[in-house]
């Protein structure tokens, strides 16, 4: 069994930042890829960044200069420090995590459960 649990969502002005974290957690030997994606009502899931287990990192246009990955490869944990927020970065945002379990030899995509960003204007 693996979980990824988001954290850090909330309520921000605009300008405003915050700190969102996706820890995996369970039956884990190894985590690829890890990214963060956001979708709003009626709209499809798209990426905002990811970042691989060397450290390569891409982001959106949207979020470039804004917002930084990172992850600490020893918690299987990633991080996205946004800033200079905007209200068109409202949307639910959800962790995915490229994960080969243990005993296992393929690698499978696991979601959070997302996690609620609004920003005031």
């Known amino acids: 069994q693996v979980e990824l649990v988001e954290s850090g969502g909330g309520l921000v002005q605009a300008g405003g930042s915050l700190r969102l974290s996706c820890a995996a957690s369970?039956?884990?030997?190894?985590?690829?890829?890890m990214g963060w994606y956001r979708q709003s009502a009626g709209n499809e899931r798209e990426l905002v960044a990811d970042i691989t287990s060397g450290g390569s990192t891409t982001y959106t246009n949207s979020v470039k200069g804004r917002f930084t990955i990172s992850r600490d490869n020893a918690k299987n944990t990633m991080y996205l420090q946004m800033n200079s927020l905007k209200p068109e970065d409202t949307d639910v945002y959800y962790c995915?995590?490229?994960?080969?379990?243990?005993?296992?030899?393929?690698?499978?995509?696991?979601w959070g459960q997302g996690t609620q960003v609004t920003v005031s204007s």
């Open positions: 995915k995590a490229l994960i080969r379990r243990r005993g296992g030899s393929m690698f499978y995509n696991s």
């Open positions: 369970g039956s884990i030997s190894s985590v690829d890829t």
